[in-house]
């Protein structure tokens, strides 16, 4: 699946957090620390990363879900981001938004837009289409027992 070396892994990673940084202001996520590594990537598409929460320092606030920011990849995942009450785990972080996408994206097909995040551009039935696979492909991640072996 990951078709980088480590010193490139680490590269893009490093590329990616100032993109994070500048999601989680532009959002106005209340946030503490910023993790500046992700807590599960597949470089150079997508990773996920872990937002402090303010309140509770030393937990996991929000999760931000951030696709390629170098605009090397032709149909980047998009950002997204989801609060952590309901998902502690990164992988159940990673189901969380393979749901919430899935969903969208039917609604989508059905003609209905959504405001908000994950903010995505262009036609709607393209889109639709593109946040569909790509959910399918966050469940099958969040699902790949062999992928979280270490947790």
């Known amino acids: 699946m ?5 010193a490139e892994d680490w590269a893009w990673c490093d590329a990616q957090f100032a993109a994070i940084e500048a999601y989680v202001k532009t959002q106005h996520i209340p946030h503490g620390v910023i993790c500046d590594w992700p807590e599960w990537y597949a470089a150079p598409y997508v990773g996920l990363w872990a937002v402090e929460d303010p309140a ?3 937990f996991v606030g929000h999760w931000i879900l951030a696709g390629d920011s170098t605009g090397k990849q032709p149909q980047p995942v998009a950002f997204d981001f989801i609060a952590a009450e309901e998902c502690a785990e990164p992988r159940e972080a990673l189901a969380a938004f393979a749901k919430k996408w899935a969903a969208l ?7 209905t837009a959504w405001t908000g995040s994950p903010a995505l551009s262009g036609d709607l039935s393209q889109q639709a289409a593109q946040l569909a696979r790509q959910a399918e492909l966050l469940k099958l991640w969040a699902s790949d027992e062999d992928m979280w072996e270490q947790d």
């Open 56 to 58: 509770d320092p030393g």
């Open 105 to 111: 994206a039917a609604a989508a097909a059905k003609g």
């Open 2 to 6: 990951m078709d980088l070396d480590e």
